[in-house]
């Protein structure tokens, strides 16, 4: 067997096995565990998250993953896993022989080390990481930076690797959300305004130096500016707050409550923070945003869908990893 020139490791955050109490109970230990994700002294943050919020928020979560699980199961680990495949075709296409492809989750199963472990029974001993999240920030891909160290402390012999840090502002990246939002608008009609609500972190992050306000802002200019709308047509919001302390403003569910007092009642949103649908766009977005702007007097709410595996999409991420392979593979 020709042994492949590299592999690649795809990575998102994560996802419960069923949407269970039980389950959701074990992914939020693991995930809000993290000091990066929460990264209050363990003194002070282990009580709240043992004591509290993983004996209250579990069952919550879980009636809220069920609202959106599939037959085939979660959606961020379906859609994920036809991105793998889909890539890996591409791929293969490209280069004219087998490019391995394994997906990795920060939280919970498959991990990293179940798709690292993959590419090495592979022969792969060099490895493009791309993190399905295209702003960095220190909670995501920083975490992901994190997990590799803990998977390679175990090891003897350690792979080659180049990490994708982010895509912020890739040229295929805003086509693909350029295309999507124009798809969408071909199909359902366009709002009065445009919605852009990323994923929060808390305003601290950014004054101790994270780069995901500026990468948001950034993403958010470049799509309006290929879409052609003035600054009258699009706003920019931060969802999925968590805890007392500030985080990122204006938050979305405050803007959906407010818009239609100003006599907005129609909008289109979107959440280009995230590659693949999930609880915080299925659920968060197209759910209880869609529920609060009606009951705030809006009229027509319409949730634009992540770029999960579409063609546009996976032909980005196949020039990302060519672009990082280099000279691995002869590019």
């Known amino acids: 067997m020709t042994k492949p020139p590299f592999g690649v490791l795809l990575v998102n955050l994560g996802t419960p096995c069923n949407p269970t109490p039980e389950c959701v109970r074990c992914f939020l230990k693991d995930f809000l565990g993290d000091p990066r994700v929460v990264d209050l002294p363990r003194w002070q943050w282990k009580p709240i998250l043992h004591g509290i919020i993983l004996n209250t928020r579990p069952k919550r979560v879980a009636k809220a993953y069920q609202s959106i699980w599939s037959e085939q199961g979660s959606p961020l680990k379906v859609i994920s896993q036809a991105q793998r495949d889909a890539l890996a075709a591409k791929l293969e296409q490209q280069f004219g022989q087998a490019i391995p492809v394994e997906l990795g989750m920060t939280y919970c199963k498959p991990g990293l080390a179940t798709g690292l472990d993959a590419l090495n029974q592979a022969g792969v001993d060099k490895v493009v990481v791309l993190p399905l999240f295209p702003q960095y920030s220190c909670s995501t891909t920083g975490a992901v930076v994190?997990?590799?160290?803990?998977?390679?402390?175990?090891?003897?012999?350690?792979?080659?690797?180049?990490?994708?840090?982010?895509?912020?502002v890739d040229q295929q990246y805003i086509q693909a959300l350029k295309n999507s939002v124009e798809r969408h608008w071909a199909e359902h009609g366009r709002g009065q305004k445009l919605l852009m609500s990323f994923h929060g972190v808390p305003e601290r992050y950014i004054t101790e130096g994270d780069l995901y306000r500026d990468h948001c802002q950034a993403t958010a200019d470049a799509l309006a500016s290929a879409l052609g709308l003035n600054s009258e047509q699009?706003?920019?919001?931060?969802?999925?707050?968590?805890?007392?302390e500030p985080w990122l403003q204006p938050y979305t569910d405050e803007m959906l409550e407010s818009l239609p007092k100003q006599g907005v009642t129609a909008i289109d949103i979107i959440s280009p923070a995230f590659a693949v649908d999930c609880l915080e766009t299925l659920e968060e977005l197209a759910i209880e945003g869609k529920q609060e702007?009606?009951?705030a007097g809006g009229e027509h709410y319409q949730f634009i869908p992540c770029l999960n595996a579409g063609d546009d999409h996976i032909q980005m991420m196949a020039s990302l990893v060519t672009e990082h392979a280099g000279n691995w593979a002869g590019c």
């Open 234 to 244: 699009w706003l920019l919001c931060f969802q999925s707050r968590f805890g007392k």
């Open 146 to 168: 994190d997990g590799l160290a803990k998977v390679f402390a175990k090891q003897r012999a350690l792979p080659e690797y180049r990490l994708i840090r982010d895509y912020h």
């Open 293 to 295: 702007f009606i009951e």
